[in-house]
């Protein structure tokens, strides 16, 4: 475990864990501290090779979404990460193929030729050949996209604060918090 500064972020705690006996490999990801308090929206315009090289902290509270392929990627999926666009890229399609259960011989046949088409899709983002926009979402606002031009505005990325829904709130476990004079009954 190191507890690592982030330019531009914050503190952060990133764990791997790597077993010499089976190779087992893993990373790990967790802010260094607590809920922000907005959520982030966070836009990349995948454009090029540079904007593969991004460096990416995917907080464990954030979605994942390329609206150019329908595909979303829910929180829970990828876990807390520090990759780059491309590393992520790459977690997500990996994590759909790992899923592939549902390409078993009982597979519908139009069902598995989409999925065919999606990854060759995928592939291409993968490759540069299809421009895509990488969105993340996260309630928690604990997510964080490198800037190409810091500190000036980056034309490839948009980033958004919000404030949090009842529902997001709740999911975090923010609406039975009490703040303010908890010491009374």
């Known amino acids: 475990m190191k ?16 077993c010499d006996i089976c ?3 893993t ?17 990349i315009n995948v454009t090029g090779i540079d904007d593969f090289s991004r460096d990416v902290l995917k ?6 979404l390329i609206p150019e392929l329908d595909l979303e990627v829910g929180p829970a999926a990828l876990g807390g990460r520090f990759s780059t666009v491309e590393g992520i890229l790459t977690a997500m399609r990996d994590q759909i193929i790992s899923g592939g259960g549902m390409f078993g011989d009982s597979a519908d046949a139009h069902l598995k030729e989409r999925f065919q088409m999606f990854f060759k ?3 291409k983002v993968i490759r540069g050949e ?3 926009t990488l969105v993340l979402d996260d309630p928690a606002g604990n997510s964080y996209v490198q800037s190409l031009t810091p500190p000036t505005p980056d034309d490839g990325l948009k980033i958004t604060h919000y404030e949090r829904t009842f529902d997001q709130n709740e999911e975090l476990g ?3 918090i009490k703040v303010e004079n908890y010491e009374e009954s």
Not at 59 to 64: A, Q
């Open 3 to 18: 507890l690592t500064d982030i330019p531009f972020f914050k503190q952060v705690v990133i764990m791997a864990t790597n």
């Open 23 to 25: 190779g087992y490999r």
């Open 27 to 43: 990373n790990e990801v967790k802010t260094g501290g607590g809920i922000e308090p907005k959520g982030l929206h966070i836009e």
């Open 59 to 64: 907080s464990e509270t954030c979605s994942l």
């Open 121 to 123: 899709d995928m592939d």
């Open 130 to 132: 299809k421009h895509v």
């Open 174 to 176: 923010l609406n039975d």
